[in-house]
Each structure stands twice: as C-alpha cells, then as structure tokens.
C-alpha cells in the first residue's frame, strides 16, 4: 500500500491518512461529560493480547487516550463499551 490509495504506516500497523493526527487529538479530549465530567479511560496492556502494546483498534499506546468510537475504550461511567455507551451517546 501507499500514501496514493490512502493508507499510510504507524506504529507498524497500516491506517487511514491523518489517522495520527486524529489520535494526536483525542489526547485534548480528556472527558466525557455526563450532569458532571469524567475522566476517560486510557488504554491499558490488555494480558489476553501479549504481543501488542498497541490498541487493535485504535492503535492508541497504553496511556494514551483512545480515538472516540474506539470499539476497545471503556466507558468511565458504566464500564462497558464506551462506542455503544447510551450515556455517552446522550452526552
């Protein structure tokens, strides 16, 4: 692939151009807001994927914040997926 189909490499993984760009922001993005705010998530090593640090997803590094619509972000408020996360949707 190259940069002419629109992908590009990061971090050893092919994405969308600008995709660094798109994670670079979601670090500003550090709360959700609810009635009050909450602190997102950041990722975390997750034991049952070992041979990556990165985010399958999102290819946030552990303590980074995710890209919103992530699919791997938990949600701070009820733990589940934050994508699909009602209260976040509302907020």
Same mark, same amino acid.
């Given at each position: 692939?190259?940069?002419?189909?629109?992908?590009?490499?990061?971090?050893?993984?092919?994405?969308? @151009?600008?995709? *660094?760009?798109?994670?670079?922001? @979601?670090? !500003?993005? !550090?709360?959700?807001?609810? *009635?009050? *705010?909450?602190?997102?998530?950041?990722?975390?090593?997750?034991?049952?994927?070992?041979?990556?640090?990165?985010?399958?997803?999102? !290819?946030?590094?552990?303590?980074?914040?995710?890209? *919103?619509?992530?699919? !791997?972000?938990?949600?701070?408020?009820?733990?589940?997926? @934050?994508?699909?996360?009602?209260?976040?949707?509302?907020?």
């Amino acid at each position: 692939m190259s940069d002419d189909e629109g992908m590009e490499l990061f971090r050893g993984k092919w994405v969308v @151009a600008g995709w *660094p760009e798109k994670l670079a922001a @979601a670090q !500003t993005l !550090t709360h959700y807001r609810f *009635p009050g *705010p909450m602190a997102r998530i950041p990722h975390r090593r997750i034991r049952m994927w070992p041979r990556s640090n990165l985010c399958d997803d999102c !290819t946030a590094r552990p303590g980074e914040l995710h890209v *919103p619509g992530c699919l !791997t972000e938990r949600c701070p408020k009820c733990g589940g997926q @934050a994508a699909l996360c009602e209260d976040i949707i509302r907020s």
